[in-house]
């Protein structure tokens, strides 16, 4: 069975998954819920970045194909 990595992830639910369990972790370990939220900020935030530039490169990828 093949993965999908680009399909993974521009995943939404993937990020928030992955920013909740390090918040999680964060508070679980004693660093308080203002360090919690910024990393979850940062997290979602790089999520937001990622997204953007594998869908930018799927659609100049097909446009390309398209041209050809």
């Known amino acids: 069975m ?3 990595w680009k399909r993974k992830l521009t995943s939404r ?8 369990f390090a918040a999680g972790l964060i508070v679980t370990f004693g660093g ?10 940062s997290i979602l935030s790089g999520a937001a970045v990622v997204g953007y530039i594998l869908g ?6 097909a446009n390309k ?3 050809d």
Request: glycine content about 10%; charged content about 35%.
């Open 2 to 4: 093949k993965i999908n």
């Open 65 to 67: 194909e398209k041209e």
């Open 13 to 20: 639910k993937l990020w928030v998954a992955l920013a909740g």
């Open 56 to 61: 930018e490169g799927l659609t100049d990828a």
């Open 32 to 41: 308080t819920q203002e360090n919690a939220d910024k990393v979850t900020g």
